[in-house]
């Protein structure tokens, strides 16, 4: 038997905030999805205007990040043409997601979760993403 | 009508035995699958801290590994951009892997299996899945 | 954030030593699957002559008995036509089981992972996860 | 390892041959499936006015009657509303399937292939497969 922890829907609720809360800011908004340790979705939030075929992305993004214990846009990196991981945005389906915007949620070492962010550029994607891990770590780091 | 031999779960379980000795002697926990000649999963193991994504794609692995008759690092060389079997990584509902880490096994010149692992860089799945089936023929040539 | 437990390799081995020891004595050659508390696959054997179809079928009982914390023939009798969940069998592309042979494992009253048997009738299946379940839950008595 | 048979691609044209006769004499024209001991294609034709969704059925008809071994109308027994194996035909995607026309080839007790027919009635359906096993059995009894 292992013990582990994982975020609950509290939890998430932070993480949304944060990543909505930069997409306000930089005017783009977003398809927000966050995820436990094993990549199972605990809570989403489409924004206004935020795309449609971005939910599904979102939702694959932060499940890439967590049940891999990677950001998406390392896979981006190691799966160009030529690296040894080339290939791999295929797999499972089409859900392992190597385009930038997907972070898990690592506390003291450990993968208890996952965000996945999609409407935006990656680069946008990924800002938003790192911005509910911050404001996420933020209120973790106050109350421990 | 022809006949075959394939690989039974004793057989499996050797393979799997050969590929965790060495996924703890590099200190990389694994996904490792087997399959049959037809590519059908015979035994699966995660290791305690082998990632989630990983058991799809090492199931994936074998199977291409095995029903395909060839090493899943050899089609990452044959798809790579401008070459001939560019975006086969996305066949059979992404489950044609070209990541390395699939190995057919290969017994007096007939595919009998395959093993698939993942969880570590393609480099470090290759070198377990090829210390499973070294396992094994070591195994098998002493017993004929 | 919430602290779990789950089951690891060592814990699915017992599992799957149980479920085999039951089919060979009943005489039924059966797929076995084990997964931890979020439905992932942990370890898988089929014994030989255990049906192909069967693979999937064992994985599914076994997710969904530990995914949504209910014994598979339960949702048998909760699926029947005119009964609520009618028609719950096709859900999750077909993931959701409700023919007998699922069971979830629980530990002091914590889901911490499942078992999923195919190849023989239900209630086969179903006395081969239940000696699975018996295997561990004797074994952790004794550890504990 | 294990030794087994499974029926080639002259195999499989005479269950179609015999599945084909058949159905010009009952006036239906069929897609007809033939797999291997695995539930792999081998090969497939579909009559000039048979159905392009028995295309898919046929095939699957052919998998699980083959890969369970066991004819589908059996299935379509034990899965009635109250019996053991209900909700059972959306099990793997949809692809196991209780409805008549799927039949096992058992030669000398040995699973060796199976064979789907769809686009008539079930009936119509199994009594083309059966025309196609039967072809065969004589043949290989003469051969024999």
Redesign the interface.
């Known amino acids: ?8 829907v509290e ?1 998430a609720r932070i993480l949304i905030a944060g990543a909505t809360e930069k997409a306000r800011e930089i005017g783009v908004p977003m398809c927000i999805a966050v995820v ?1 340790e ?3 979705l605990v809570a989403f939030e489409r924004m206004t205007g935020g795309k449609v075929t971005s939910i599904t992305i979102a939702i694959d993004k932060a ?2 990040a ?4 990677k950001a998406t846009h390392e896979y981006g990196e190691a799966s160009q ?2 690296k ?13 997601m190597v385009v930038g915007g997907g972070l898990p949620l690592v ?1 003291d070492g450990e993968t ?1 979760g996952g965000i996945g962010i999609s409407s935006g550029t990656p680069d946008q994607d990924r800002s938003c993403a790192q911005a509910g891990i911050d404001a996420f770590l933020a209120r ?1 780091a106050k109350a421990n």
């Open positions: 038997m292992q013990s582990f922890n994982r975020i609950d939890d436990d094993s990549g199972n499940y890439t967590a049940a891999a214990k043409p030529g040894p991981a080339y290939g791999i945005n295929a797999a499972i389906g089409g859900r392992l506390v208890v973790h």
